[in-house]
């Protein structure tokens, strides 16, 4: 049976047994959803080009999928993103210039991600922030200092 598209819980062998990756968004639903996890998922940047196509959300989590920069390219057009987890991925600095466009984010997570230094010049101006995770990266004390600086009223997890 299908609940807003997703099987029951019953009809799975465990938490992440129903993995999405191509052909994610098939239910006419789900063009209501506001919020999506994915977490630890087959999703990759296929699935994410689908969903940015379709849906008009505001969380999303894709923490430990398999995207990489090309999926950020789809990420920065869903322009109603409060909420976006991206920690256990491999986006790197150069795709991470994308989510510039994200003007409503509110909370970014990076972690364990292979972000350095570099990529806070994309976050700087990424004034609405107010949480931003970047524990195990590879950010530097400095690196930490120059974003707490720039995004003064952010908490960030290091």
Known sequence: MLRNGWPEPSETAGRNAAKRPAGLVRNTQFGELD????RNTEVGDAGVAEIASRLKLTTLD??????SDNALEYLAEMKSLSF???????????????????????ELNLRSTSITDTALTFLE??????????????????????IKHSLPNCSISM
């Open 125 to 146: 101006n990424m004034t609405e922030l107010e949480q931003l995770d970047l524990t195990y990266t590879e950010i530097t004390d400095a690196g930490l200092d120059y």
């Open 84 to 106: 976006l987890w991206l920690g256990g991925t491999e986006i790197t600095d150069a795709g991470l210039g994308q989510l510039r466009k994200l003007s409503l984010l509110k």
């Open 62 to 67: 894709l923490g430990g999928t398999l995207i």
């Open 35 to 38: 919020c999506l996890e994915l």
